[in-house]
């Protein structure tokens, strides 16, 4: 069968993503090594994620502020622990003048800054410094803020959406008087991220506890949420990290507490980034490229008049335009349907697979005949192809597509999910028994071995060390240990001591 | 009388500026010179700007998109006429590396960039760049784009929201195939900007061509919408500029017409940035604080309950939360009310003075007394002082109030709108007869002779030069012509020939 896409998923994954960015119109290279262009449909969708998250995270107490894109040198300086295992890959800015010379622009020698500023790579520094300004009595607390910003970290190796040098991320802060009240926030923000993959992005993912080795560097605990992508790899899709006292120390947070004393703050820290959307490109794409979920879609219906130059044009419009307006008047997961009554010059077959390129969940084409006889014809993106290998269209009366429209949005929407998350447990061992096995399954001729759960005693220092590098010599990683999943009964599958948890394995973007 | 703030704006107009920045929590020096902390309630007004205005920006046919914070020195050596009259004062990057050296960090000095790369000031050479790859043919057109972002130009002397180094704005870029359509847009947006400022901001604006001299480098026209602030001096707001063919020239932007001829393409941009917060501040503050127009306050409402620590604060709370509720299900501007029922440990009274220097648009204090009787105690942030030098709260039954909340917001907004409008045009003299005159009115004792209309002849070259030289001397600059007065009467005040239009002449930030 003929698909949209010259690449499919099968033969090149890579290559296939690469179309997909390209040829739905979500980002293209800029210049700039690392740093995208994110095009209009690919922005579309991030703005629809931060709609929606923004509302979750502000409905949940937190405020959203901004602090400034320069940190000075001597901030990462006074942290230079947390500063080791991060990548001290960063742009700095040296100068602030351009001159002219010999015709041509150069940076003005004259204008060397004092203090080198860094282009930040995250704000937990200078929104640590300005917590410990406002959090002076126990009245302050909780201190919830939240940030939507650029970040910047040098890549060598970069992919879109996936790895940028410059990349769109939230950044939550927060400060507690007490460990269980950070411990409650860093798990509602955990269950915040995972319903949010799940019921918006329809991404099934696991949420849990990465292990020790896996930690966001300084903090006593970091959780994840990790989705599964259609070549079996992990993609870490958030992550929410109760940092204890050590970062409100280095930053001097501390409050007055009701008996008068002067005491640390407990911090957490998490974020989600422009990630997710290669996340969603990787979990719904197919052979004829992406799959938007309706809750993301800045379209979630595009109506295609067949145009053709003649009398009958205005008439056309104005019945897709009733139709349009019809579908506006109505809410699918409580907000209006979002529209789009195509009508730009072109073919509508050329404009058809444009937008199942794209993704768009529903595509109705109306020509004269469908006008005549109070029709649509009616194309759902989640189930693309009949049998005999042409485009399933459905032909509907007008008002039975406006009736059921809502409806069968949220059916794509859930379909999607369904898809996915069918796909990610079948593609979930739970039967290797030893290292030769796990070695055996992950073999190359098994490429797309998925992830393997394991029974785990939760070994530290030099045990964790010599597990980690043996599943370094498989190109594994342990994603993290599952919320909800109880104490297995198998022993340590990697020590053989009595387990106290699962964990799940796996290759990873 | 006493006033919240210990500045009156009589006595020190800047300082003043500066306590309500800083009492107002709307934004701090951030320890990077020029870059400021943008803090919740500053930051909450600026997403209400955003979510607002990008509604209009989406609602007449623009795409969002995206464009790297980075831009290669060599993009802006190309148009160096461009840069020419642009400031060369620009952040720019060198390295990507920190080292450690001694126990401290460092720039690595092997981590040097092959080519400088600069911090955006506006994104114009790289939305050109990439116009002229997505435009290939008439029925690519018109291409409208808008960017939400942060910039950076480099100031010597800074001042919050109004002149910073970093600030957020909004860029909107387009591509037509002729200078009629492309003249349609930059009216469009332009008339857009002023129905923005005036019915959202409830700031009175000039909408105007600005004179040849201070047209943005490059542009063909440029037009602005202009606000007086309460000093008097004028606050350029906004620009549209119709660009003619010379950026798509510079740019290769060029499509094939209908009859396949490759044709320059006319392009417009247009921006607002966080400099308006600047304007609303000097709008509508007063010596108590910020008064913020209903249509951009993060909470309209603000529910304050008068807790003793005691038994009873418990009902206080729950009959504030039906409060809450029963305002949360309303709308104001046809949006839900936006209420806070801020029952954060502290005395009610400090808890009113916070808000009152915040301007919350309606403060709402509940007593146990009130709420025996049914009641609410309700203070405008518009008209907070009684004859007798008391705030003035009026007692109304919790229904009442309900059933007028949405009709009490847009009688604040309307209020705010008609005071500022009442001042700026008593602040605008149109008697002046002659240069004397008006050296006279702009002497050291007026401290705040707002704008001088004069009839105008529209003069080129040297001629112009002239009179912005003249007008230099009482520091003094052309404002714009507005779009809507006729021919005037008068011979022009300048140059004595026949006046063509009405400029506006003031003092500006």
């Known amino acids: 069968m003929r698909h949209a896409l010259d690449i499919t998923r099968e033969a090149d994954f890579s290559g296939w993503y690469q179309a997909v960015v390209s040829q739905a119109d979500m980002a293209e290279e800029s210049g700039v090594r690392g740093c995208m262009v994110i095009r209009p449909w690919g922005y579309g969708i991030w703005e629809r994620i931060q709609r929606v998250l923004d509302d979750e995270i502000k ?30 890959e960063m742009a700095v800015v040296t100068h602030h003048r351009l001159t ?116 966001f560097p300084g903090a006593v605990s970091t959780f994840s949420i990790e989705a599964m992508m259609q070549d079996g790899k992990a993609l870490q899709a958030g992550t929410s990290h109760y940092l204890g006292t050590g970062f409100a120390e280095a930053a001097d947070i501390r409050y007055q507490d009701q008996s008068g004393q002067q005491t640390l703050c407990h911090t957490t820290s998490w974020g989600v980034s422009t990630r997710l959307i290669g996340g969603v490109i990787m979990t719904h794409g197919d052979d004829d490229g992406l799959r938007v979920p309706p809750r993301i879609a800045p379209h979630q219906i595009v109506i295609l008049p067949m145009l053709r130059d003649k009398e009958g044009d205005a008439d056309l419009i104005s019945y897709c335009e009733k139709l349009r307006m019809g579908l506006t008047d109505q809410s699918a997961f409580r907000e209006p349907i979002r529209v789009l009554l195509d009508s730009k010059p072109g073919k509508v077959a050329q404009k058809r697979w444009d937008w199942v390129r794209k993704g768009a969940p ?91 759960e394991l029974a785990w005693s939760r070994p530290t220092g030099a045990d964790l060390d010599a597990v980690v590098e043996k599943l370094k010599s498989l190109k594994l990683t342990i994603r993290n240990t599952p919320m909800d999943a109880g104490k297995p009964e198998k022993p340590c599958f990697f020590t053989g001591a009595d387990s106290v948890e699962t964990i799940y394995v796996g290759r990873s973007y």
């Open 100 to 215: 002219a010379k010999d015709g041509t622009l150069v940076v003005d020698p004259e204008a060397k800054l004092e203090e080198p500023l860094v282009v930040r790579p995250t704000s937990e520094t200078v929104i640590g410094e300005a917590m410990s300004r406002w959090v002076q009595s126990w009245r302050d607390l909780p201190l919830k803020l939240n940030q939507w910003a650029n970040v910047v970290r040098w890549e060598m190796r970069t992919r879109m959406f996936l790895r940028t040098s410059e990349f769109l991320w939230q950044e939550g802060h927060t400060a507690h008087a007490d460990k269980d009240d950070a411990m409650v926030e860093t798990l509602k923000i955990l269950e915040l991220y995972r319903s949010f993959a799940e019921e918006v992005l329809a991404m099934p993912v696991i949420a849990g506890e990465k292990p020790e080795n896996e930690r």
């Open 362 to 452: 529903i595509i109705v084409e109306v020509g004269p005949r469908d006008m005549e006889g109070g029709n649509v014809s009616v194309l759902r993106r989640d189930r693309l192809w009949r049998e005999d290998g042409k485009p399933d269209f459905d032909i509907q009366t007008r008002d039975d597509f406006l009736f059921c429209a809502a409806g069968t949005l949220e059916a794509i929407q859930k379909n999607l999910f369904e898809q996915a998350k069918k796909r990610r447990d079948d593609n979930i061992r739970r039967d290797i028994a030893d290292f030769d096995a796990l070695t055996a399954h992950y073999a190359d001729g098994n490429d797309k071995p998925g992830w393997v």
């Open 59 to 88: 409905a949940t107490g937190h405020d959203n502020c901004y602090f400034p894109l320069f940190i000075p040198l001597s901030y990462f300086a006074k942290e230079a622990d947390h500063v080791e295992g991060f990548a001290k």
